[in-house]
């Protein structure tokens, strides 16, 4: 059974960092894409980040790119989201969600992602 727990949200100033981790618990990660997504109140979720466990293939989006990084750990068989250089903009419940593709590549679309875990919030103020 998939089962994603995301960890690691909590509140850090402006210019702060934060890393999100995500364990691939009951799949192969290697048969999976995962992305990462937010929702801030009031706004459509936003696909931010994803990473295709086929061919290692990521992906980021225009609000992101340059400030965050998404990685894979064989060891601990987890995908972490490395947040840098936040802003007030960043404030949201951050997802992660997987998808079962042996595809190339990886989707910032929410639709295609069949399995969510249940959020951790992020916020950033001063």
């Known amino acids: 059974e998939v089962q994603l727990v995301e960890s690691g949200g909590g509140s850090v100033q402006p210019g702060g960092s934060l890393r999100l981790s995500c364990p691939a618990a009951?799949?192969?990660?290697?048969?999976?894409?995962i992305g990462w997504f937010r929702q801030a109140p009031g706004k459509e979720r936003e696909g931010i980040s994803c990473?295709?466990?086929?061919?290692?293939?990521?992906q980021y989006g225009d609000s992101v790119r340059g400030r965050f990084a998404i990685s894979y750990n064989l060891a601990d068989n987890t995908v972490y989201l490395q947040m840098n250089s936040l802003t007030p903009e960043d404030t949201a419940t951050y997802y992660c969600?997987?998808?079962?593709?042996?595809?190339?590549?990886?989707?910032?679309?929410?639709?295609?992602?069949?399995?969510w875990g249940q959020g951790t919030q992020v916020t950033v103020s001063s």
């Open positions: 990473i295709s466990g086929s061919d290692g293939i990521v």
């Open positions: 969600a997987a998808r079962r593709s042996k595809f190339s590549g990886c989707t910032l679309l929410h639709g295609p992602y069949g399995y």
């Open positions: 009951g799949f192969t990660f290697d048969d999976y894409s």
